[in-house]
């Protein structure tokens, strides 16, 4: 089996009225190659006529960003003129590429009747070639979603991205993703080469990780030293699992901007300046 390198909690880190937890980067963790940022929003409730997700407009080159509704919902739009509503069980994955701007916001609907909101974003570094890729945008409902029932249906996966017994991801990526939800007493049991990354963020409930215990909001880093992971559900649990070969290049990563050098953060900020990253017309 491969071994737990360390279990790192996440810490409280509110924006405005929005509860947010921070699993990547904290004080024992910065990041897990090619996984660079995951913040935790909610659980919490929000009652009638708020002001909703609180990130108006900002920009973003090098990196991607992966966000999964648990609960609530979020509208996306952006200066490549993509736009849209993706609900609970959904998932929205935005490759920023060589640069845009984006704003993630609450619909009216649940600005005017509040409602549960919880949501996870995830940022995924992008290899040096590809750092000035063309930016793109898709979003999924969870019927848009394949779903994989295990254990005699107490767990079910959601295909995220990657590869699963042969059936591929919903999105495009050179990462694999899952969102497992677990029942009660539900096992599975993963395969990840050796050489490559793998962290577990346990989003909901209490689970088992080869036999050692892991509760909610807390990251399960790995050592690079076998090849099976085990998970057991102690309670309904959901977990976010993220594996990839890391890129072993250098990272340089200030405010939305993750490149290389330090030259090309400033190359960032100045085409940003410039007008480069498109323009806000919403």
Do not use: C
Not at 120 to 131: D, G, I, R, S
């Amino acid at each position: 089996m491969r071994t737990i390198k360390q279990i790192h909690a996440a810490i409280a880190a509110p924006i405005a009225d929005l509860v947010t937890y921070r699993a990547i980067p904290t004080h024992t963790v910065q990041y897990i190659d090619p996984f660079l940022f995951l913040n935790h929003h909610g659980p919490q409730h929000f009652p009638a006529r708020n002001n909703g997700l609180p990130f108006g407009p900002h920009p973003h080159r090098g990196m991607e960003t992966v966000t999964f509704i648990i609960d609530g919902d979020i509208v996306h739009q952006d200066s490549s003129g993509y736009e849209s509503v993706i609900e609970a069980g959904g998932v929205q994955w935005m490759t920023a590429g060589k640069g845009l701007i984006h704003a993630e916001t609450s619909s009216a609907q649940f600005k005017e009747n509040g409602g549960q909101l919880e949501i996870l974003q995830l940022w995924l570094n992008l290899p040096a070639k590809l750092k000035m890729t063309a930016p793109l945008y898709k979003g999924l409902q969870r019927d848009e979603i394949h779903h994989e029932q295990l254990d005699e249906g107490r767990v079910t996966v959601d295909l995220i991205a990657g590869d699963w017994n042969g059936q591929a991801g919903a999105f495009h990526a050179h990462v694999q993703l899952n969102v497992f939800h677990f029942d009660a007493g539900g096992k599975v049991s993963l395969h990840a080469p050796k050489e490559h990354n793998v962290f577990f963020y346990v989003i909901r409930g209490e689970l088992l990780v080869n036999h050692q215990e892991v509760k909610a909001l807390h990251l399960v880093e790995f050592n690079n030293d076998g090849e099976t992971i085990h998970v057991h559900a102690e309670a309904p649990s959901i977990l976010l699992y993220g594996q990839a070969k890391p890129f072993n290049e250098p990272i340089v990563a200030h405010g939305p901007f993750v490149m290389n050098t330090e030259e090309e953060i400033a190359q960032a900020y100045e085409d940003y300046r410039r007008g480069d990253f498109g323009n806000w017309d919403f």
